[in-house]
C-alpha cells in the first residue's frame, strides 16, 4: 500500500485547508485509513479516524472543526479542517492499516510522508 499525502499549507488562524491521501496498492479499505499528526517534539497522535459503521471517530481537541471522508471511486480519504487554530500546526499524516504478506502480518501500518499544516496568529 502506497499513501501520498498532500494539501497542506499555510492559513490564518479561523481558516480553512481539505487534506488528501491518495491510496494505491492492493489490499486495502478506504475505510481503514486515518489521519495523525505530530508537533514538532511531540508524539504523533491521531485526529481523525473511520468508525466500524463508516462514521467518523475524532480526537476531542478537532470534534466539530474537522471531517474525514472518502471518495471510492477515487481512492482518496480527506481531512476537511475548519476554524483552524495555531495549535493545528503539525506535519499531518495519513496511515492505512492493511495487510503486509511480505512479512506475513495482518494488521500492518503503512503511512504516508506527511504534508505540514501551518496556523498563523
Known amino acids: 500500500v502506497q499513501l501520498q499525502a498532500s494539501g497542506g499549507g499555510l492559513v490564518q488562524a479561523g481558516g480553512s485547508l481539505r487534506l488528501s491521501c491518495v491510496a494505491s496498492g492492493s489490499s486495502f479499505n478506504l475505510n481503514n485509513i486515518g489521519w495523525y499528526r505530530q508537533a514538532p517534539g511531540k508524539q504523533r497522535r491521531v485526529v481523525a479516524t473511520?468508525?466500524?459503521?463508516?462514521?467518523?471517530s475524532y480526537a476531542d481537541s478537532v470534534k466539530g472543526r474537522f471531517t474525514i471522508s472518502r471518495d471510492n471511486a477515487k481512492n482518496t480519504v480527506y481531512l476537511q479542517m475548519n476554524s483552524l487554530k495555531p495549535e493545528d500546526t503539525s506535519v499531518y499524516y495519513c496511515k492505512a492499516r492493511a495487510p503486509n504478506l511480505s512479512l506475513g502480518v495482518w494488521d500492518y501500518d503503512y503511512w504516508g510522508q506527511g504534508t505540514q499544516v501551518t496556523v498563523s496568529s
Open positions: 473511520f468508525g466500524r459503521d463508516g462514521s467518523g
